[in-house]
């Protein structure tokens, strides 16, 4: 995770904006199997850092404070609507959701129609946009 990610969160935390739950590589070892996929390492980072949240009413999915891996449950729950099995779900915002493509690491939307659009080239560029995006809206 980049240096502008981490101050950008220091600087507009506030408490609760994170769960910090413990990610184990166990866990994600156990995510992985149960999606079929490989999580992008930008992401894997996140999920250890952070756990679950985002600054400024961004809710990045991720793991719970009780453990539950609210990322693997949610595209668990699209793929059952269409979502591609490479994808998984990050963000929901509403008209669509944000997924990561495992094919590739890029940042991805769907929508329900099964519309695909390539939005970022990797995870750490898209929390970085939507941090701003959402500062600047504060």
């Known amino acids: 995770m980049n240096n502008q990610i981490l101050e950008t969160i220091k600087k507009y935390e506030i408490t609760g904006d994170f769960t910090y739950a413990t990610v184990t590589d166990e866990m994600i070892t156990m995510a992985e199997i149960r999606l079929n996929v490989k999580l992008s390492e930008q992401y894997i980072i996140f999920l250890k850092m952070f756990g679950h949240g985002g ?69 750490d560029d898209y929390l970085m946009d939507q941090m701003n995006s959402a500062i600047e809206n504060l």
């Open 55 to 123: 600054i400024c009413g961004i809710e990045i999915m991720g793991v719970g404070l009780t453990g539950r891996m609210i990322f693997v449950d949610t595209t668990m729950d699209y793929r059952d609507e269409g979502l591609p099995d490479n994808l998984v779900v990050i963000e929901n915002v509403d008209e669509w959701l944000s997924c990561i493509d495992c094919n590739t690491g890029k940042i991805v939307s769907w929508d329900f129609t099964g519309y695909i659009k390539e939005d970022y080239s990797c995870f």
